[in-house]
């Protein structure tokens, strides 16, 4: 089900030449990358894929902390890790995305955190863009320093 927008917050234009061998420039200059496909490693390139982890990465960190400020929780010093896997389907498309999101935040156990981490999910628009369409697993892993190995 598509959900209309009530009011804009924000609004940007990136544009990609040549494609997974080009380059991609937001309309402002802050972004302004070589593109190589994923499996070359070319110095000073990126991937769509990359830059997808790191834009879901950086959304779901404050949609958590979002959500943690809910349960008195300061996320500030929490550690989101998002996984990108770029694949073949068995469907007419041909490739297809699979997430995993991980999370720790310092003395949290991964038990208590993951019902912290499907609340932020439910809120954060990188998830809500890709529900339905892309596997997305929510990995809560305990803080090292609770186990006592720090």
């Known amino acids: 089900m598509t959900v209309p927008l009530t009011r804009s917050l924000y609004r940007t234009t990136a544009h990609a030449v040549g494609g997974r061998t080009g380059s991609v420039r937001t309309d402002d200059g802050r972004l302004d990358v070589r593109l190589a496909p994923p499996r070359k490693k070319v110095p000073?390139?990126?991937?769509?894929?990359?830059?997808?982890?790191?834009?879901?990465?950086?959304?779901?960190?404050?949609?958590?902390?979002?959500?943690?400020?809910?349960?008195?929780?300061?996320?500030?010093?929490?550690?989101?890790?998002?996984?990108?896997?770029?694949?073949?389907?068995?469907?007419?498309?041909?490739?297809?995305?699979?997430?995993?999101?991980?999370?720790?935040?310092?003395?949290w156990r991964a038990v208590?955190?993951?019902?912290?981490?499907?609340?932020?999910?439910?809120?954060?628009?990188?998830?809500?863009?890709?529900?339905?369409?892309v596997p997305l697993m929510l990995v809560a892993v305990d803080d090292l320093a609770v186990d006592g190995r720090v």
């Not at 879901?56 to 349960?71: D, I, L, N, P, Q």
């Not at 609340?119 to 809500?128: F, G, I, K, L, T």
């Open 44 to 107: 000073g390139t990126t991937n769509p894929e990359q830059l997808f982890a790191a834009g879901f990465a950086a959304c779901f960190t404050s949609a958590f902390a979002e959500v943690a400020a809910e349960f008195g929780a300061d996320a500030s010093a929490a550690r989101v890790a998002c996984e990108v896997e770029l694949g073949t389907t068995d469907t007419a498309a041909g490739y297809g995305l699979a997430v995993v999101l991980t999370v720790s935040l310092p003395g």
């Open 112 to 133: 208590d955190l993951q019902p912290l981490l499907e609340r932020a999910d439910a809120v954060c628009p990188y998830s809500q863009a890709v529900r339905g369409n």
